[in-house]
């Protein structure tokens, strides 16, 4: 393995440096060097003692929800006594770190400058320490007091010619607490458009799901994970984004499950693991997870699955009374399956009729089936319909409402689920009315914008003011020069974050950074709660003490908000709403007792979530109960959309590297893949190099291809040599982002296309 390149790249925007190294992948993931090199960035940003204290509270009772992904936890005297994992760590680091952006700061850098930096760079440079307005026409952040940002923001809501020019983002880090008042304020203000991450998502996994068992959420808990029998891991790469669902998966192959793995790339983890919170961990080679590894080409799951499901009914594999009893469709399924086209088949999946059969020999035979997946299925443009073929295989063998089988869309915030259950949601939630009712006023029937929508509507004029709560809008979001421009368009920016990012520098007209709490901080004597993977919902409490006096807490400043926009509870005028914004602020259990008058499941929400909280009803989990109009889970025919790849294209997909969370960089290496020190760089299989005479380690610029003609080109990438399926390359997001043209969007879910571009390598000069 070469040596570190001593400088980052820089994303292109300034000038260009040196090239990444590149070594040998690696196919152990975690293990003692994995939580080590997890320790050691934290510790090295938090300070020794303080670094301690923070990761021994992590995912504990009493202590906080773990920042990093949405894996739950195991209840009570299951937790291992350190419940995180090494990127867990780098998520606690990130936040707790000891580096301060300051108003000095803002003062010695302009946003022109600022705006050339890499979101690395930007996120090294610490914590967010005092509200700051960027004027119009400045160059410069400057301080603003609390009260007069608050006043400038409610101001600016006011003055709108209509409530729905504004927008309400929201990113899945936000409590249940401040998601609730979020969506609250914005439509008591007037407006249904509260666009999310999960928009860019599992909003695909969410409408399949919906539409055929009635309920948007993943039918298992961590029991059933444990007592699978089989396991099929689509799309997904939890050595790096879940490393704690690898100890579970560890856990049910101990117990006799077998494991199949479905991914363009051979991802380390899911071949061997070594588990960091055991002593055997310390030793050996570590467990094989994946017995079978299917390596699909990008966007080949709905044909796989298709077939899959035609061969199970060929061979009458159809758990009858299952089917009889609880589903609707099944003869219009059994007639479209007919058996297979094997050469179309093998087309799309660049998978073998003999590997298909046994992945369907495994689902015929298993007792109890548990498939799971993420972003690997639902960023695709068949994303919905994928899901929806998914769910037919599992209805066909009665897979849900049974011990040890189910869907598990596996999330990605940490508190993304619960921000959905809370009515952060372009729609109006089904519990509108309830809340209308309570807070006594009518709430806006109108659809509001989901992400895609909200670019458009910035980029067309139709929206005056961007609000966002967490989360990195212009980084995350696909064709960055487009979303980057509709972004300066508008007459007003607000972002309450942590740390300073990409967003901040991308200003309207007036752009106002509030800068809050995190979770690992103490918030007075106040919790909050948040929901994980599989609808359980426990309280979250920081120690730490707040990175500087001048944050708040989100809840108090969208309370705050609230209080200037609307008026509060204490004095009401007869055109405006009268809700609590002071009680809310001043005491978040009086938040959850709203929460459980209006938002079901929620009953009784202060005493349960004490201890180690509650898991949120699922009827067809829970009972074989399908809240679909018919009452029954539902069996859909499925037809892929063709997607024409050109010849010398390829199909780009967007991953994550391992030292990254979404659009925050850790750190310039990705050691499983064995890159080291950049991340500029495009994985292409040695067949496709050949086939394209392009050598391996040479510059290209990645071009991608759209309907529209636009060029969208990211410069000056390293090519990789690297195991992936034929046909297909990868590259990390946000960098590739500037490559998915706005307007590819998954159908069903307007989920961005980010692992399904299609593109050609233009050879550039070193
Ligand atoms: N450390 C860390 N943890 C995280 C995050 C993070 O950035 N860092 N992000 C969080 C968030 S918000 C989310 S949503 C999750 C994301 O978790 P993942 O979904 O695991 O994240 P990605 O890196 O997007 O990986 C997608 C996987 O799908 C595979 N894939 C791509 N295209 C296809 C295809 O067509 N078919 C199949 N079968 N597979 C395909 C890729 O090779 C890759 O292994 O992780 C969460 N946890
Ligand atoms: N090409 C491509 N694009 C993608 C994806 C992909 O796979 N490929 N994945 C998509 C997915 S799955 C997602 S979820 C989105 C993510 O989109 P976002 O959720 O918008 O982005 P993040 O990078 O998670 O947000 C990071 C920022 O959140 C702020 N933050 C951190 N903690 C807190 C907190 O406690 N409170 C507040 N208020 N702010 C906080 C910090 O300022 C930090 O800079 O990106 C999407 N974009
Ligand atoms: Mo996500």
Same mark, same amino acid.
């Given at each position: 393995m070469a040596t570190r390149a001593p400088r980052e790249d820089n994303g292109g925007r300034d000038h260009e440096v040196r090239p990444p190294s590149v070594g040998e992948p690696k196919a152990v993931a975690a293990?003692?060097?994995?939580?080590?090199?997890?320790?050691?960035?934290?510790?090295?940003?938090?300070?020794?003692? =303080?670094?301690?204290?923070?990761?021994?509270? #992590?995912?504990? *009772?009493?202590?906080? !929800?773990?920042?990093?992904?949405?894996?739950?936890?195991?209840?009570?005297?299951?937790?291992?006594?350190?419940?995180?994992?090494?990127?867990?760590?780098?998520?606690?680091?990130?936040?707790?770190?000891?580096?301060?952006? %300051?108003?000095?700061?803002?003062?010695?850098?302009?946003?022109?400058?600022?705006?050339?930096? @890499?979101?690395? +760079?930007?996120?090294?440079?610490?914590?967010?320490?005092?509200?700051?307005?960027?004027?119009?026409?400045?160059?410069?952040?400057?301080?603003?007091?609390?009260?007069?940002?608050?006043?400038?923001?409610?101001?600016?809501?006011?003055?709108?010619?209509?409530?729905?020019?504004? #927008?309400?983002? %929201?990113?899945? =880090?936000?409590?249940?607490?401040?998601?609730?008042? +979020?969506?609250?304020?914005?439509?008591?203000?007037? @407006?249904?458009?509260?666009?999310?991450?999960?928009?860019?998502?599992?909003?695909?996994?969410?409408?399949?799901?919906?539409?055929?068992?009635?309920?948007?959420?993943?039918? #298992?808990?961590?029991?059933?994970?444990?007592?699978?029998?089989?396991?099929? *891991?689509?799309?997904?790469?939890?050595? %790096?984004?879940?490393?704690?669902?690898? @100890?579970?998966?560890?856990?049910?192959?101990?117990?006799?499950?077998?494991?199949?793995?479905?991914?363009?790339?051979?991802?380390?983890?899911?071949?061997?693991?070594?588990?960091?919170?055991?002593?055997?961990?310390?030793?050996?080679?570590?467990?094989?997870?994946?017995?079978?590894?299917?390596?699909?080409?990008?966007?080949?799951?709905?044909?796989?699955?298709?077939?899959?499901?035609?061969?199970?009914?060929?061979?009458?594999?159809?758990?009858?009374?299952?089917? &009889?009893?609880?589903?609707?469709?099944?003869?219009?399924?059994? !007639?479209?399956?007919?058996?297979?086209? +094997?050469?179309?088949?093998?087309?799309? /999946?660049?998978?073998?009729?003999?590997?298909?059969?046994?992945?369907? =020999?495994?689902?015929?035979?298993?007792?109890? %089936?548990? *498939?799971? +997946?993420?972003?690997?299925? @639902?960023?695709? =443009? !068949?994303?919905?319909?994928?899901?929806?073929?998914?769910?037919?295989?599992?209805?066909?063998?009665?897979?849900?409402?049974?011990?040890?089988?189910?869907?598990?869309?596996?999330?990605?915030?940490?508190?993304?689920?619960?921000?959905?259950?809370?009515?952060?949601?372009?729609?109006?939630?089904?519990?509108?009315?309830?809340?209308?009712?309570?807070?006594?006023?009518?709430?806006?029937?109108?659809?509001?914008?989901?992400?895609?929508?909200?670019?458009?509507?910035?980029? &067309?004029?139709?929206?005056?003011?961007?609000?966002?709560?967490?989360?990195?809008?212009?980084?995350?979001?696909?064709? /960055?020069? #487009?979303t980057e421009a509709a972004l300066r368009s508008v007459d007003l920016t607000v972002h309450v974050s942590t740390k300073l990012n990409r967003s901040h520098v991308v200003p309207g007209r007036v752009s106002l950074i509030l800068p809050c709490l995190g979770r690992t901080e103490a918030d007075g004597d106040q919790f909050v709660t948040v929901e994980d993977s599989m609808s359980a919902v426990h309280a979250s409490r920081g120690h730490l003490p707040p990175a500087s006096p001048h944050l708040r807490s989100e809840m108090a400043i969208v309370a705050g908000l609230g209080r200037a926009l609307l008026g509060d509870a204490s004095a009401p005028t007869p055109e405006r709403p009268a809700l609590p914004w002071a009680d809310f602020a001043a005491d978040y259990a009086v938040v959850r007792r709203a929460i459980a008058e209006v938002v079901p499941g929620f009953e009784d929400f202060e005493a349960r979530v004490a201890g180690d909280g509650f898991t949120l009803p699922h009827p067809p989990r829970d009972a074989r109960r399908f809240p679909t109009p018919s009452g029954r889970a539902v069996f859909t025919v499925n037809r892929p959309t063709a997607l024409a790849v050109p010849p010398g294209r390829l199909l780009l997909q967007t991953v994550r590297s391992h030292d990254q969370y979404n659009t925050t960089i850790y750190g310039l290496d990705d050691r499983y893949r064995g890159i080291r020190g950049g991340r500029r760089v495009v994985f292409v299989s040695p067949a496709d190099l050949d086939a394209l005479a392009i050598p391996d380690g040479s510059l290209v610029d990645v071009v991608s291809e759209w309907a529209d003609g636009v060029e969208r080109r990211a410069p000056r990438f390293r090519v990789v040599a690297y195991p992936t399926a034929p046909g297909c390359a990868a590259a990390y997001f946000p960098e590739a982002n500037v490559l998915v043209p706005l307007d590819s969007t998954a159908d069903g879910s307007n989920t961005p296309t980010s692992k399904q571009i299609v593109v050609r390598l233009e050879p550039v000069d070193g």
């Open positions: 293990g003692v060097a994995g939580v080590a090199a997890g320790l050691s960035a934290g510790l090295s940003q938090m300070g020794v003692r =303080r670094g301690a204290r923070a990761l021994l509270r #992590v995912n504990q *009772v009493g202590g906080f !929800d773990c920042p990093g992904c949405a894996w739950p936890e195991p209840a009570g005297a299951g937790r291992a006594h350190a419940e995180f994992c090494e990127n867990g760590a780098k998520a606690v680091a990130e936040e707790a770190t000891l580096r301060r952006v %300051t108003r000095g700061f803002f003062a010695a850098h302009p946003i022109s400058e600022l705006a050339r930096r @890499t979101d690395h +760079w930007l996120g090294q440079q610490g914590r967010l320490t005092e509200p700051m307005i960027r004027r119009a026409g400045a160059d410069h952040y400057e301080p603003i007091d609390w009260d007069a940002a608050v006043a400038l923001v409610a101001d600016a809501l006011r003055g709108l010619a209509s409530p729905d020019e504004a #927008v309400f983002y %929201t990113s899945g =880090r936000t409590s249940n607490e401040a998601a609730f008042c +979020w969506q609250l304020l914005a439509r008591a203000y007037g @407006t249904n458009n509260l666009p999310d991450c999960s928009n860019m998502c599992h909003e695909s996994s969410g409408v399949a799901l919906t539409e055929t068992i009635g309920i948007g959420k993943g039918s #298992v808990t961590l029991d059933d994970i444990h007592a699978a029998k089989l396991i099929v *891991v689509v799309g997904q790469n939890p050595g %790096t984004n879940h490393p704690r669902m690898l @100890t579970a998966l560890e856990r049910a192959k101990r117990a006799g499950a077998t494991i199949v793995a479905i991914n363009p790339l051979p991802e380390a983890g899911l071949i061997r693991f070594k588990n960091p919170q055991k002593a055997s961990g310390l030793l050996g080679a570590g467990t094989p997870l994946a017995d079978h590894f299917l390596q699909i080409k990008v966007g080949g799951d709905l044909a796989l699955f298709a077939a899959v499901g035609a061969l199970l009914v060929g061979w009458d594999a159809v758990d009858h009374a299952f089917v &009889d009893a609880y589903t609707v469709g099944f003869d219009s399924y059994r !007639d479209a399956a007919r058996s297979p086209d +094997w050469a179309a088949t093998s087309a799309a /999946t660049g998978l073998t009729r003999e590997q298909i059969e046994t992945l369907a =020999r495994l689902l015929a035979d298993s007792p109890a %089936t548990i *498939v799971c +997946w993420a972003m690997g299925l @639902t960023q695709q =443009r !068949d994303a919905v319909a994928t899901i929806r073929e998914i769910v037919n295989v599992q209805l066909l063998r009665g897979m849900i409402g049974r011990p040890g089988a189910g869907l598990c869309p596996v999330r990605g915030h940490s508190n993304v689920q619960g921000d959905r259950t809370m009515g952060i949601v372009e729609r109006p939630p089904a519990w509108a009315g309830a809340m209308g009712e309570f807070f006594g006023f009518t709430v806006p029937g109108a659809h509001g914008y989901d992400t895609v929508n909200a670019i458009r509507a910035m980029r &067309d004029g139709r929206v005056r003011a961007f609000l966002a709560l967490g989360g990195n809008f212009a980084a995350a979001t696909p064709d /960055t020069a #487009v």
